[in-house]
C-alpha cells in the first residue's frame, strides 16, 4: 500500500509540474526566428540560416536541424498522397463533434489570446517616407504611452518587431473551459 502512494504521489507530481510549466513564445524579425519552448527542455523554431529557413527541434539530449527548402526538394509528387487529398471531408461533411469543438474554440479564441502574458515586446517601424513618419509619431507615442509598451517610429529605416510571450498550460485549460 505505501508504494502504490508512492507512485501515486510521484505521478501527482509530473503531471503538476507538466501543467505549471511556462511556455514562452519569441518572434523576432531582427533575429529572425520564431520559437516555442516548454520550459528548458523542449524547444522549436523556425530560424534562417544564411537565407535559408531552418526547423531546429531540441528535446533534452537531441537536437535536429532541418532544412525546410532540403525537405521541399526531396519531396516527390506522389499521385496516390495526392488522391488522397482530395478524398477528404469537405467542410459540410464534417462530424458533429468536429463541429462541437471547432465551435467552442471560435467562441473562446479572445480568452485563449488573453491567458497569454506579454513579457517583452519592442516594435520599431520606419515608413521610409518623412511625411508619414511624422503624422505616425505622436500616435505612436501616445500609444506607446498608453499601453507601456515601447512603440518607435524611426527615421533610420530601421523595421523590427520582437515579443516574447509566456502562459502555462493551466490557464489555457482555465481560459478553454471558463
Given amino acids: 500500500m505505501e508504494i502504490f502512494l508512492y507512485i501515486l504521489g510521484f505521478f501527482l507530481l509530473i503531471i503538476l509540474l507538466i501543467i505549471f510549466i511556462p511556455i514562452q513564445i519569441v518572434l523576432s524579425s531582427e533575429q529572425r526566428m520564431m520559437s516555442i519552448s516548454y520550459g528548458n527542455w523542449i524547444s522549436a523554431g523556425i530560424f534562417f540560416v544564411k537565407d535559408e529557413p531552418t526547423i531546429l527541434l531540441r528535446l533534452p539530449f537531441w537536437k535536429k536541424e532541418i ?60 515608413t521610409d517616407d518623412y511625411i508619414v513618419n511624422a503624422y505616425l509619431f505622436p500616435v505612436v507615442q501616445y500609444i506607446g504611452y498608453r499601453y507601456r509598451r515601447p512603440f518607435h517610429i524611426n527615421f533610420m529605416g530601421i523595421n523590427k518587431v520582437e515579443i516574447s510571450m509566456r502562459n502555462r498550460i493551466i490557464n489555457l485549460l482555465y481560459a478553454l473551459f471558463k
Fill in 67 to 126: 532544412s525546410i527548402i532540403e525537405k521541399l526538394a526531396k519531396r516527390k509528387p506522389d499521385s496516390e498522397s495526392n488522391k488522397r487529398l482530395k478524398k477528404g471531408k469537405s467542410k459540410k461533411e464534417r462530424s458533429s463533434f468536429s463541429k462541437f469543438i471547432f465551435q467552442k474554440f471560435k467562441i473562446k479564441w479572445r480568452e485563449l489570446l488573453h491567458s497569454f502574458k506579454i513579457e517583452r515586446m519592442d516594435i520599431n517601424i520606419d
